[in-house]
């Protein structure tokens, strides 16, 4: 049937059973997970099943990475957060068995492949590493923070809207710096995330568990979520043809509206099935609170400043981080033809064209989604250190067929609104001739 066909995802043996639910949410991509990933109701790593239960409040990293991925297989997320030998012989005691039936993901990561070597290089170059630019993003993520508040205040003192776009520009790049932080150990930075209406929580499964590991296919929930308002997937039974033009019209509404959506999203969501909010989605009001004491503007001025910034803030974002890396005709994305090495390093590689116009500023990578190949394929190293992991990229790539794109944003945006309204998949693999 061609329903079937249309179905038929490039990294599993299955359609993920979430992309059926009527409301999508994080909540719903974890469920429908745990339904697919014949993980026996613990956790899986490749072929083994494990009993973490005992683990979860020893987590180094935090509770929160072992609690939610209960029941689902996490071999690609695993490999990719730890970068030492020490997590693989600790986690031997707390297995229970060998699975009973095989993986649904097709995604390889072998010892003498393309992941795993480039993995042992980095590992070893970690050693002798140059780790002050660490500090260098702790301060521009400092200094940041702080001027949201003194630009928020200046936009209602001197009631200026530089002030009022300044205060939002400040905003949005606060919080893609802090996404250097929630991929992470637990630690005080992950929390300025939410000064924007989204939740870290939420996003180490939407970002980190599910678009990290799963880039531009049926699993990567960072695709789904925009949809029908945006659709990337190149298949026409998923986008009409009334979806990939209305699409440019509705795209700045979508923008704009993003951060209150993903926050209306999650109230509706937990009002009518599990709750998802967290204490820490208060967060956001510390913004018109601070306006309030620091002006002497009514109570509801300072809650419609502070959604003014968080507008502008949401726009920014989505011109920012929808056209920062993936999106482009001559990128993957579910449907096109596969690669002949399934190596999950080099489909990673695969799904992403980076920007080579910032990586001269550290502070440019930081606020705008930058070394977007590396941070994926080493999600929990600072942005500051990946520079100094370039040379071993390309040497191994170099070795494995692959080859790291670049190209500028403007180059990207049109790529975006180019992929927007394809839906002929590519014939080509990436690497072939």
């Not at 200046?154 to 606060?174: H, I, K, P, Y």
């Not at 002949?340 to 001269?360: A, C, H, S, Y």
């Not at 080859?403 to 992929?419: A, P």
Request: charge should be neutral; hydrophobic fraction near 40%; aromatic fraction near 12%.
């Amino acid at each position: 049937m061609v329903i079937e066909e249309w179905k038929k995802c490039g990294i599993a043996t299955k359609f993920p059973t979430y992309r059926n639910s009527k409301f999508v949410t994080v909540d719903s991509w974890l469920n429908g997970k745990r339904q697919d990933d014949e993980a026996e109701g613990l956790w899986r790593i490749n072929d083994v099943i494990y009993d973490f239960t005992d683990f979860i409040d020893k987590h180094p990293g935090g509770s929160f990475w072992i609690r939610e991925t209960r029941g689902t297989d996490i071999t690609e997320a695993f490999e990719a957060h730890h970068l030492t030998t020490a997590p693989s012989k600790m986690i031997e005691k707390y297995k229970v068995r060998d699975a009973n039936k095989p993986r649904i993901y097709t995604l390889t990561m072998h010892e003498n492949g393309f992941y795993k070597t480039l993995k042992r290089r980095v590992m070893e170059k970690l050693k002798t590493i140059d780790n002050t630019p660490k500090e260098r993003s702790d301060l521009i993520h400092l200094g940041l923070l702080v001027s949201i508040f003194i630009f928020a205040i200046a936009s209602a003192r001197l009631n200026s809207l530089l002030c009022l776009a300044l205060a939002g520009t400040a905003l949005v790049w606060t919080i893609i710096t802090a996404h250097n932080y929630f991929h992470r150990r637990d630690n005080w930075r992950m929390y300025t995330f939410n000064l924007c209406m989204l939740n870290f929580c939420s996003w180490r499964v939407s970002h980190a568990m599910s678009h990290h590991i799963y880039p531009n296919s049926y699993m990567d929930l960072e695709l789904s979520m925009f949809e029908p308002l945006l659709c990337w997937i190149p298949n026409p039974h998923i986008k009409s043809l009334l979806m990939r033009y209305v699409s440019w019209i509705t795209e700045p509404f979508a923008y704009t509206i993003a951060f209150f959506l993903q926050m209306l999203t999650r109230i509706v969501y937990s009002l009518r099935n599990t709750n998802i909010m967290y204490w820490h989605d208060l967060i956001p009001l510390t913004i018109p609170l601070t306006i309030y004491l620091g002006s002497d503007w009514p109570l509801w001025m300072c809650l419609r400043q502070w959604l003014y910034m968080t507008a502008i803030a949401s726009f920014a974002f989505c011109v920012i981080g929808l056209n920062a890396a993936h999106h482009d005709p001559e990128i993957y994305h579910e449907g096109d033809t596969n690669r002949e090495d399934r190596d999950w390093g080099l489909f990673q590689v695969d799904t992403i064209i980076d920007r080579g116009d910032l990586k001269k500023s550290q502070f440019l990578v930081l606020t705008h989604f930058g070394d977007h190949a590396l941070h994926h394929l080493f999600p929990t190293l600072d942005h500051g250190i990946l520079p100094q992991l370039y040379p071993i990229l390309y040497q191994t790539l170099d070795e494995f067929k692959g080859e790291l794109r670049e190209c500028n944003h403007i180059e990207h945006i049109i790529g975006q609104h180019k992929q927007l309204l394809r839906i002929k998949p590519n014939l080509k693999a990436p690497g072939s001739k």
